[in-house]
């Protein structure tokens, strides 16, 4: 088992959504999130007075996956987070020790 820890643009969180669940995901975890990478952020015009933006808005998504949906999910992401660009995002792989329902009591890929 798998945790995958994506961020991505705002914008492609319908696509990476869409492709995950035809992925065969079933669910996941989306938090607005704050950051930069090699970015480094841009300067905006406002009333006359320009000021930097550190920080860009973007979208963490984590999903937990079992063995056999790892590389299409990893995959899903790829493909429907890119845009050739600088500030695409990352993704992270954090393998699980342990997974429980905490509802059924379940563990393990069943628990997913």
Do not use: N, W
Not at 44 to 56: I, N, Q, S
Not at 74 to 98: C, H, M, P, S, W
Request: aromatic share 6%.
């Amino acid at each position: 088992m798998k945790l995958i820890i994506a961020i991505i643009r705002p914008f492609k969180l319908d696509e990476v959504r869409e492709a995950l669940g035809a992925a065969g995901v079933s669910g996941l975890t989306v938090t607005e999130v704050k950051g930069f990478g090699r970015q480094k952020g841009h300067t905006e015009l406002y009333r006359g007075a320009e000021y930097v933006v550190d920080f860009l808005p973007k979208i963490k998504i984590e999903c937990a996956v079992g063995d056999d949906t790892f590389e299409a999910a990893l995959d899903a992401i790829t493909r429907a987070a890119g845009t050739g660009k600088v500030g695409d995002g990352k993704v992270f792989v954090v393998a699980l020790e342990q997974v429980l329902r905490i509802r059924t009591g379940e563990i393990g890929a069943d628990a997913l």
